[in-house]
Nanobody, 118 residues
Framework: EVQLMESGGDWVQPGETLTLSCLGS????????MNWVRQAPGKGLEWVSG???????????TYADSVKGRFTISRDSARNTLYLEMRQLRPSDTAVYYC????????RGQGTQVTVSS
């Protein structure tokens, strides 16, 4: 059974940095392209970032335009862990963040709340 567990969400002020983590289990983590999606209050799921295998044990990050240049996705396959470093946070980044095995968030964890407010 695929299990994903996010952590690291918090309340922060605009401009601050926060790093999220996601521990995966029940599948071969290194073989799966991983994503972060988020859901802001009253809105649907939004894809944020993905990290895609190129088939040679290296990975290529991809980002939504809204976070490009501010967020950095990474993974540690030895620890079955996915990360999302979020810099220069804005109130519009407030959402529940999920790690997922696809861009639609079809298979995702329980989420972690990020609130950006002064």
């Amino acid at each position: 059974e695929v299990q994903l567990m996010e952590s690291g969400g918090d309340w922060v002020q605009p401009g601050e940095t926060l790093t999220l983590s996601c521990l995966g289990s029940g599948f071969t983590f290194s073989s799966v392209d991983m994503n972060w999606v988020r859901q802001a209050p009253g809105k649907g799921l939004e894809w944020v970032s993905g990290i895609i295998s190129d088939g040679r044990w290296t990975y290529r990050p991809t980002y939504a335009d809204s976070v490009k240049g501010r967020f950095t996705i990474s993974r540690d396959s030895a620890r079955n862990t996915l990360y999302l470093e979020m810099r220069q946070l804005r109130p519009s980044d407030t959402a529940v963040y999920y790690c997922a095995t696809d861009r639609l968030g079809t298979v995702r964890g329980q989420g972690t709340q990020v609130t950006v407010s002064s």
